[in-house]
């Protein structure tokens, strides 16, 4: 018996499940999925298989010969929720496992019709990773286990149904309900299964991609995401072909709790990206980098996420310094310093948080979710690339994808492999301080800009007087005004906080990465003119990454903690479980 993977009872000694089959009825009146997952396995299997569940209710199991499957659910660990042991019998190729899903799975989110830009039909998306599909459908659910699948999803006629896979036509159907078929033959780990259900529109951005939004967004989206295959192209050149066919992206309503997920066939991405003039689309080029690194080359387990993020922020600076070039790739280097060191404040108490090679026994991966293994990996795979020499490295990675394709790895591979293609590299950068020791180590890469210096050097000056002109203001980018309202104080006078608000019209401001920073800035310096912004956002956006830093920035004053009380009040219920889970955490800390 061996478990590799301290989230998931997958047992690598047990048969091993290589394709899925699935038929799902989708049921927005109960809030709820049901149907059969069929595992098909690699060989004939035999003996007892250990699945993971979590709120799933299972209603039978059998062989493709009809025989009843002996199933027992195991208690439930909060973590990881219930194992399902099967005893699979001698010779059975497959198993179909009836079941439903629970109103609560924490990897989906059931929106009401007014949680719609539309506001006339239901919606549902899912979100597994970290740990959720197995609230979803009960699988194996390991990276280390990969699956290809075939899906058949009964919608609602008025509704689409996209997923992380290819379409594969319709189904007939009852009358009111349509029947989606999907296949992906391509092998991926659980967490990126994907799917959602909503009134879809597509419109074709080249041959092979396309976004898929509401109707009432479909042309905004299509305009924000027009330079999508020219950035497939950038990253094809760099990282080697791109192995999926298609790269189609979704635009989710605002509940949606990250900024972009890389389910392969179909990225999910937060309207919130929709800022009129392209300025946010470097999640796009992050989310497609993970079609090489994170898709292709894929975490073993969370305990190696690293992997996945650092190499994938390293990938999307490149792409952006290859479209854009080496300036604009500096300043995305800065705004990252800044997540970085606030992550590493956030964890000051939690310093094995901050190791890239985490050691996750008994933490949920949702609560150990920080920028370090972003930021702190991407300057590690910087410090490599930079010890190699950038040729040396680019070779490195396209052959560092070609030896680890479509399998998922620990950093122990990784460093195994480094160390055979370029012998002594991770001991010219010490590889084990940057992987098993805390913090940024002294010697982390610097990215200079002079531009950066110059508009860091003039926030810092704030409380010594020194402000933008109005000149320079008129000529800064989106990127700039980040960046410098970044480095402002957290806390400033309301006569200060009215200045700032009227020289850079920041409560207008349809960008919503300057408009967060901003609201941060009013909310901890108690700037009651910015609270109805504030409230707006709260009540309407779910992404995690602006929603934690808020409520925790309305915390510092007392009609802050007023308003983020009433306001969760009122928003807790249109929440995404996450979202919720996170604002309730910065909440409980607030004095009472
Ligand atoms: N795969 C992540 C999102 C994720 C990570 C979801 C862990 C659940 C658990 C995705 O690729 C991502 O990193 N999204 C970022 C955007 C990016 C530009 C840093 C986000 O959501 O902000
Ligand atoms: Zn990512």
């Known amino acids: 018996m061996a478990r590799i993977?301290?989230?998931?009872?997958?047992?690598?000694?047990?048969?091993?499940?290589?394709?899925?089959?699935?038929?799902?009825?989708?049921?927005?009146?109960?809030?709820?999925?049901?149907?059969?997952?069929?595992?098909?396995?690699?060989?004939?299997?035999?003996?007892?298989?250990?699945?993971?569940?979590?709120?799933?209710?299972?209603?039978?199991?059998?062989?493709?010969?009809?025989?009843?499957?002996?199933f027992e659910l195991g208690p439930e660990e909060p973590i990881l929720g219930r194992r399902l042991r099967l005893r699979v019998p001698a010779g059975a190729k497959e198993v179909a496992i009836s079941y439903e899903t629970s109103p609560e799975a924490a990897g989906l989110q059931w929106l009401s019709p007014e949680q719609?830009?539309?506001?006339?039909?239901?919606?549902?998306?899912?979100?597994?990773?970290?740990?959720?599909?197995?609230?979803?459908?009960?699988?194996?659910?390991?990276?280390?286990?990969?699956?290809?699948?075939?899906?058949?999803?009964?919608?609602?006629?008025?509704?689409?149904?996209?997923?992380?896979?290819?379409?594969?036509?319709?189904?007939?159907?009852?009358?009111?309900?349509?029947?989606?078929?999907?296949?992906?033959?391509?092998?991926?780990?659980?967490?990126?299964?994907?799917?959602?259900?909503?009134?879809?529109?597509?419109?074709?951005l080249s041959p092979r991609s396309r976004v898929w939004a509401e109707p009432a967004t479909i042309a905004a989206a299509a305009q924000e995401f027009g330079e999508t295959e020219g950035m497939i192209q950038c990253a094809e050149a760099l990282f080697g072909p791109y192995d999926w066919e298609r790269f189609d992206m979704l635009v989710l309503p605002p509940s949606f709790p990250y900024g972009g997920m890389e389910n392969p066939r179909m990225t999910f991405l937060t309207p919130t990206l929709l800022a009129g003039d392209r300025s946010l689309v470097s999640v796009v080029a992050h989310e497609l980098a993970h079609s090489w690194t994170g898709n292709l080359v894929t975490n073993a387990t969370a305990e190696h996420f690293w992997l996945n993020e650092g190499f994938t922020v390293w990938a999307e600076r490149r792409i952006l310094k290859a479209l854009h070039g080496p300036e604009a790739a500096a300043l995305a280097w800065g705004i990252g310093q800044k997540d970085l060191e606030e992550a590493l404040e956030r964890f000051k108490d939690k310093p094995e948080l901050t190791l890239l090679r985490t050691h996750l026994e008994g933490v949920d991966p949702d609560d150990a979710f920080s920028g370090v293994p972003y930021e702190k990996g991407a300057r590690f795979v910087v410090a490599l690339e930079r010890a190699a020499g950038e040729e040396r490295f680019d070779l490195f990675v396209k052959s560092y994808m070609k030896r680890f394709r479509f399998q998922s790895i620990t950093t122990e591979q990784f460093c195994a492999f480094v160390e055979e293609s370029l012998p002594g590299l991770l001991a010219k950068v010490d590889a084990p301080a940057w992987l098993n020791g805390p913090g940024l180590p002294q010697a982390a890469p610097r990215f200079v800009?002079?531009?950066?210096?110059?508009?860091?050097?003039?926030?810092?000056?704030?409380?010594?007087?020194r402000r933008p002109d109005a000149g320079l203001i008129a000529r800064w980018t989106a990127t700039e005004i980040l960046i410098y309202l970044q480095r402002l104080p957290r806390e400033m006078s309301l006569s200060d906080c009215a200045e700032l608000d009227g020289a850079l019209?920041?409560?207008?401001?349809?960008?919503?990465?300057?408009?967060?920073?901003?609201?941060?800035?009013?909310?901890?310096?108690?700037?009651?003119?910015?609270?109805?912004?504030?409230?707006l956002l709260l009540l309407k956006v779910g992404r995690m990454k602006y929603v934690r830093p808020l409520y925790q920035a309305l915390g510092q004053t007392a009609p802050g903690r007023k308003l983020a009380r009433e306001v969760f009040a009122a928003a807790a219920p249109t929440y995404h479980a996450l979202t919720r889970r996170a604002a309730q955490s910065v909440m409980e800390k607030y004095p009472s």
């Open 5 to 70: 993977d301290p989230h998931s009872y997958f047992d690598d000694s047990q048969s091993r499940t290589r394709s899925w089959r699935l038929k799902l009825h989708v049921d927005f009146s109960r809030k709820v999925l049901h149907g059969t997952a069929t595992l098909c396995f690699e060989s004939a299997a035999g003996g007892f298989l250990d699945l993971d569940t979590k709120a799933l209710t299972i209603i039978g199991v059998v062989t493709e010969a009809g025989a009843a499957v002996p």
């Open 116 to 204: 719609t830009e539309g506001k006339k039909h239901p919606f549902l998306f899912s979100q597994c990773q970290a740990i959720h599909a197995r609230s979803v459908l009960p699988c194996q659910d390991c990276a280390v286990a990969r699956v290809t699948y075939e899906a058949e999803v009964t919608v609602p006629a008025a509704l689409t149904a996209v997923m992380s896979a290819g379409p594969a036509g319709e189904a007939a159907a009852e009358s009111g309900r349509r029947i989606f078929k999907f296949r992906m033959p391509q092998p991926i780990p659980s967490y990126l299964f994907a799917l959602a259900v909503g009134e879809l529109e597509g419109r074709d």
């Open 449 to 465: 800009s002079r531009n950066l210096e110059a508009i860091s050097a003039l926030a810092l000056g704030w409380n010594e007087g």
């Open 505 to 535: 019209r920041l409560s207008k401001r349809g960008n919503h990465e300057i408009l967060a920073q901003w609201l941060y800035i009013a909310a901890g310096s108690g700037y009651e003119p910015a609270f109805d912004r504030a409230r």
